[in-house]
């Protein structure tokens, strides 16, 4: 697996919902969390995110390493989340867009070599 190190930071409009969703669903650890500055670290893997309440806006991408990209996009779809279309580049990879609930992008990559 790549170790990209990455940092990405997501505004979201109600970071409870948020958190839950990362955690929950995504299966992201909560390393930290600021309640009087409403905001909270999650990992998994070797991504590192960071979610702030506030208004979302344009921004970076999560990316994120999984052993099998189709298991999660239908683990994911069983849960009531919308997923993306899986991508297969060049017999390499397998991309998956995922969209949490305030519409921050977050893509999972399965590497096939």
Do not use: C
Request: charged content about 35%.
């Amino acid at each position: 697996m790549r170790k990209t190190g990455v940092k990405v930071w997501y505004r979201v409009r109600d970071l409870a919902s948020a958190r839950a969703f990362y955690v929950d669903l995504l299966g992201f650890e909560e390393i930290y969390r600021d309640t009087e500055g409403r905001w909270a670290r999650l990992r998994r893997g070797e991504m590192e995110i960071g979610l702030t309440e506030g208004e979302p806006e344009e921004g970076g991408v999560a990316v994120i390493d999984v052993a099998n990209v189709k298991a999660e996009a239908e683990r994911l779809r069983d849960s009531g989340i919308e997923v993306g279309t899986i991508l297969e580049l060049h017999g390499r990879v397998r991309l998956l867009d995922v969209f949490d609930p305030d519409g921050n992008r977050i893509q999972f990559i399965q590497e096939l070599t």
